[in-house]
């Protein structure tokens, strides 16, 4: 059985246990059931055989006809999908173990063949004549499918030829996908040395970056330093890694005719450069925000100037610990309190091992939800190490995970969003979650160290992601402009583009410069990172439509979930109520964020620890 349930915390007492979520993990092996995947890639690859007969007719079948192929087209990628997330997630757990790296390895050729045989669909459905369309596309038999089809006409500028298309498929294997998977390794193997006091040597980088909230700024500081000196490694390799990456996509966005770096991601997101410029124009002009907050805090913290390895300080009176079991009641409790369907669902991910849990040695960092298949139930991925944080990234990424699980029903084509909307639902059940929790609260100090915590989180997910964003955009530019970037130009921009969002309220040390090294965002998926963003934005508003409305919004929210990326996001948006394209809409989404900074000082007031 290839589920994993590494026993690294057998020896812990069943406290220590639960703090660390010992145990917790999932079962992968139910997406295979009783077969191997290449069973699956087999039975997908005869498929693949079945729809290539009709290769040269696509542009001309009728409504009945398209939606027979799309059908079978479903059932490959179900196939597909299944037998590939398997070694993936399975390799998720332990990057250190060759087996699951040539499964992963395995699994991406065998994918590979199957859609370098399917190339032609889209291709001839792309080339379709708009009357033939016209007059087919809202046919009923299309529901299923008809947004994605839509959305592949839209394209169809940037499309090649079939050959070309095939060769550029092929060299994949052994392109971004196999830089991303070495990254992936590296920062996998990253270790930290601490004081015995503080861990020891041999820390994870996950486990050394959660003790930047340790409430001892010695302790954080050395922590930071201790991350520093662990990034050091490698590094230069890390650099030559996202070098060629950035080459990578420029070579592919040249071929494709894209306008600008981003242009590709923003297609995918189905958003238009100009209004994803009117976001990134909206959150850098209201910089002063997170500014302000970090001013306010160092005199919280009795410092005269915040450094960068304080910005995650806890401003709690002590820092809690929460095991897992205190974790999942809050976030159940939360997901109840808004709806029990959806606490119903979030419970099945808890208790029929949908979730894995802890740090382990050679796992990877980072959390994440994965979809798999609408025939079988998506899964959750942590790093629990017992911070108010991790109960928020419970929620969040369950959030995700709630969504994949209620837009099973629209298949294949339309379960998944574009990521401008995926942050949605993790976003808002953060929110519930916080706010729940608030609603229980009477202590000043816990209010303030609450709504503090909450604050922090979107200026995270907003200024910071969009400071990421513009790290890209200096990197993407500067290595079409300079040529390959050093590890001490990419440390500039870096630094560069921090300050721009920190302004004099925080010092940027010299250890900080390096610390782009670890992002895995910049490396597997170019240009995501200002969906967070976008997504905390509409979910603030989106909640904001909850407290104005009360129950009486939970179905209108529930239909946004089960309609998963069945229409655009402005479509998605108006379920509930939101105008995506009113051009004032992130700016009032910013004003929600300037209310919680208010809400925070008021609290840091009123809990005497400001005048």
Not at 46 to 56: H, N, V
Not at 164 to 185: C, I, Y
Request: charged share 25%; net charge negative; glycine share 6%.
């Amino acid at each position: 059985m290839t589920t994993v349930d590494i026993n690294d915390h057998a020896d812990l007492d069943p406290v220590a246990a639960d703090l660390a979520a010992a145990g917790v993990s999932w079962d992968i092996d139910t997406i295979l059931g009783e077969r191997s995947a290449d069973e699956l890639f087999d039975e997908a690859e005869q498929g693949a055989r079945q729809l290539a007969e009709r290769r040269g007719r696509v542009a001309d079948l009728d409504a009945s006809e398209l939606a027979s192929a799309m059908t079978q087209m479903a059932d490959v990628l179900d196939l597909v999908n299944r037998a590939a997330y398997h070694p993936m997630l399975a390799f998720s757990t332990d990057t250190t173990d060759p087996a699951r790296g040539a499964a992963v390895a395995h699994s991406q050729e065998r994918a590979t063949t199957i859609q370098t045989m399917l190339i032609f669909f889209d291709l001839e459905w792309a080339a379709a004549s708009d009357e033939h369309v016209a007059s087919i596309i809202d046919d009923p038999q299309l529901d299923f499918c008809r947004h994605h089809l839509e959305q592949v006409r839209l394209e169809r500028p940037h499309m090649l030829s079939e050959a070309e298309e095939t060769v550029l498929a092929e060299k994949s294997q052994v392109g971004a996908a196999a830089w991303v998977r070495l990254f992936d390794e590296l920062t996998s193997a990253i270790e930290v040395d601490l004081p015995d006091e503080h861990g020891g040597s041999g820390q994870s980088l996950q486990q050394a970056l959660s003790m930047l909230s340790h409430p001892d700024r010695d302790v954080r500081r050395t922590v930071a330093d201790g991350v520093t000196a662990g990034l050091e490694p490698g590094l230069r390799t890390r650099a030559y890694v996202f070098n060629t990456l950035l080459l990578d996509k420029s070579i592919n966005d040249r071929m494709r005719g894209y306008d600008t770096w981003v242009s590709s991601r923003n297609l995918a997101n189905e958003a238009s450069d100009e209004s994803v410029q009117a976001l990134i124009d909206a959150v850098t002009s209201n910089y002063a925000l997170p500014q302000r907050w970090y001013s306010l805090k160092a005199e919280i913290l009795g410092v005269d100037k915040l450094a960068d390895y304080d910005r995650m300080a806890s401003v709690a009176s002590t820092e809690a610990e929460f095991g897992w079991e205190e974790g999942t009641r809050i976030v159940r409790d939360a997901y109840a309190s808004f709806s029990p369907e959806l606490a119903d669902h979030a419970g099945r991910f808890i208790d029929e091992n949908w979730i894995d849990a802890p740090v382990r040695p050679g796992k990877r960092g980072g959390a994440f939800a994965a979809p798999v298949s609408p025939k079988h139930h998506p899964y959750v991925f942590l790093n629990w190490t017992g911070t108010s944080r991790d109960v928020a990234t419970l929620a969040h990424e369950l959030g995700h995970g709630l969504h994949f699980q209620l837009a099973r029903d629209q298949g294949v084509f339309h379960q998944t969003t574009p990521l401008t909307v995926a942050e949605t639902a993790s976003v808002f059940g953060e929110t519930v979650t916080s706010s729940r929790l608030l609603s229980t609260i009477t202590d000043p100090q816990e209010r303030f160290s609450l709504l503090a915590a909450t604050l922090e989180d979107s200026i995270a997910t907003v200024f910071r992601q969009v400071a990421m964003n513009r790290f890209e955009h200096a990197c993407h530019t500067a290595r079409r402009g300079e040529g390959e970037l050093s590890v001490e130009r990419l440390g500039d921009l870096w630094a560069e583009s921090q300050a721009d969002m920190l302004g004099d309220s925080v010092e940027i040390t010299d250890g900080y410069r390096n610390w782009w090294s670890y992002v895995p965002h910049f490396m597997g998926t170019p240009g995501y990172v200002y969906a967070y963003a976008y997504g905390q934005l509409l979910a603030l508003s989106v909640y904001a439509r909850y407290v104005e409305e009360g129950d009486a919004f939970v179905p209108a929210y529930l239909d946004l979930l089960r309609a998963g990326g069945s229409r655009s996001p402005e479509e998605l948006g108006k379920i509930v109520g939101c105008d995506l394209a009113d051009p004032a809409f992130w700016t009032n989404g910013l004003k929600i964020v300037e209310g919680q900074l208010t809400a925070a000082e008021d609290a840091a007031r009123a809990a005497g620890r400001i005048d």
